[in-house]
């Protein structure tokens, strides 16, 4: 009930803006490779850019952000390995250890599944972001409980609190 009270809210937010910060969002959205649903572009991409970095934001206690995040991804933290600890369970290790003052981590998970499929960066949801400057390892909580022999796929990546982020890095796990 939290994830659909926080997708309501974030879709009346974004509505709300004025349409020069749609436009500014669209922008950003183009800028890094976000489509809307069927590879829509104007205003649905920049609805889609807004939740790809106001759902981060917001699962971490930030406030929403009006100006979209630069467009250049920001170096971010080298992720060196994923594991996974039991079902509900993913390890991350990652360097530089602590990630940085304003900088928090996180992990996307997909659906998982026993058949194959191709794999799209849109569809990773969040499993969990980090408090800022975690330390390596860090233990992240999964969304979706992974069972034996079904294929998942899982991206990290590392968010500064201004809601720029780093490329992501996908993992097969």
């Known amino acids: 009930m939290k994830v659909r009270s926080l997708l309501k809210h974030t879709n009346k937010y974004f509505w709300a803006l004025n349409h020069a910060q749609r436009v500014a969002w669209a922008g950003w959205a183009a800028a890094n490779g976000i489509t809307g649903p069927y590879f829509a572009d104007g205003f649905q991409a920049a609805c889609a850019g807004f939740f790809a970095v106001q759902l981060n934001a917001r ?33 991350a290790t990652f360097n530089p250890t602590p990630a940085g003052v304003n900088n928090r981590i996180y992990l996307r998970q997909s659906l998982p599944g026993p058949g194959v499929r191709r794999w799209k960066r849109i569809d990773g949801y969040i499993a969990e972001i980090s408090a ?7 233990d992240f909580t999964t969304h979706f409980q992974h069972l034996a022999g079904w294929n998942g796929r899982y991206w990290t990546g590392t968010q500064e609190d201004t809601g720029r982020r780093s490329t992501e890095d996908l993992w097969k796990l």
């Open 132 to 138: 800022k400057n975690p330390t390596s390892p860090h």
């Open 59 to 91: 699962i971490a206690g930030d406030p929403y952000y009006i100006p979209p995040p630069g467009n250049i991804p920001m170096p971010g933290v080298t992720f060196t390995n994923l594991t996974r600890i039991d079902k509900d369970t993913i390890r």
